[in-house]
């Protein structure tokens, strides 16, 4: 592949993956913003931990997720608990809300989606089943959650 061919590529794809993403967060919409559903997705997949790992494994500064977390505490989504390992430190766990909230919303675009799909022409499904490999791939280079 040319340079020129990755550029556009690389371009085509943020564009539809952008795309995409507002598409499903318009049509099946959350109480919740996208960095609050990956911080629940976050601390759903990986367990309870403190707010400065969660800040790093989000990619945002700690005193963004301290509004988010207050928020979400506020909410009921998250609680807080004292570190066992450190009484100085708290770790934030998901409550069952916060979990109910995450999987009706995973669940409520993944029907969404569902419906797109069944639009498409077989070949065109088949297109995208083809390239779900490579698309995880690429995913798994930078992350390993899940995400909202």
Known sequence: MTE???????????????????????????ALGPGALSALSTLAAEGPMRPTDLAAREGVRPPT????????????YVERA???????????AVTPLGRKTLDDTRAAR??????????????QR??????????????????TRPSA
């Open 4 to 30: 020129p061919e990755a550029t556009e590529l690389t371009a085509r794809l943020q564009r539809v993956l952008a795309r995409l993403g507002r598409l499903l967060r318009r049509e099946a919409p959350s």
């Open 65 to 76: 997720l301290t509004r988010m977390l207050t928020s979400l505490e506020e909410g009921g």
């Open 82 to 92: 004292n570190d066992p390992a450190d009484r100085r430190a708290s770790l934030i």
């Open 110 to 123: 993944a029907n969404q989606l569902a419906r797109h799909l069944a639009e498409l022409s077989p070949a």
């Open 126 to 143: 088949r297109a995208i089943a083809n390239a779900l490999p490579a698309l995880e791939a690429l995913a798994d280079t930078g992350e």
